[in-house]
């Protein structure tokens, strides 16, 4: 099966879909372009991805609320929390360092900061 991220048009990814590979594949080679041909048919949306469901291409497989970066040519995770930043290799980091102690931590976003983890 392959798998086509639905955009918008600022490349947000609002779902993703399933098409039979007997769809995409013409002489035994598979075209992303008939996919698309295919979903935008169906659907009458004509802003489309093909994704990897094993991360084979485009870096990882698209999720919703994720977008699609037409640059790299890649897909980026949704974004965790709205205070963390995007790094030169598309990959979110938190404001404040995750402290290395050998505890557990979880995010605090009211707070911008990491709590510790007091397990009883």
């Known amino acids: 099966m392959a798998h086509f991220a ?3 048009e600022n490349n947000n990814v609002l779902a993703v879909h399933v098409v039979n590979n007997d769809v995409i594949t013409h002489d035994g080679i598979e075209s992303e372009q008939l996919g698309i041909d295919f979903l ?3 659907h009458g949306h004509s802003l489309w991805k093909q ?7 485009r870096r990882q497989y698209a999720a919703v609320g994720g977008s699609y970066n037409a640059v790299a ?9 709205p205070s963390w930043l995007l790094d030169q290799n598309f990959n979110w ?4 360092v995750k ?3 050998g505890k557990k931590y979880s995010w605090n976003e009211e707070t911008i900061s990491w709590n510790e983890i007091i397990s009883e």
């Open 6 to 8: 639905k955009l918008d």
């Open 40 to 42: 935008t048919q169906l």
């Open 51 to 57: 994704t990897s469901f094993n991360n084979s291409f």
């Open 73 to 81: 040519d890649i897909f980026v995770a949704p974004k965790p929390w």
């Open 93 to 96: 980091y938190p404001p404040i």
């Open 99 to 101: 402290p290395d102690d």
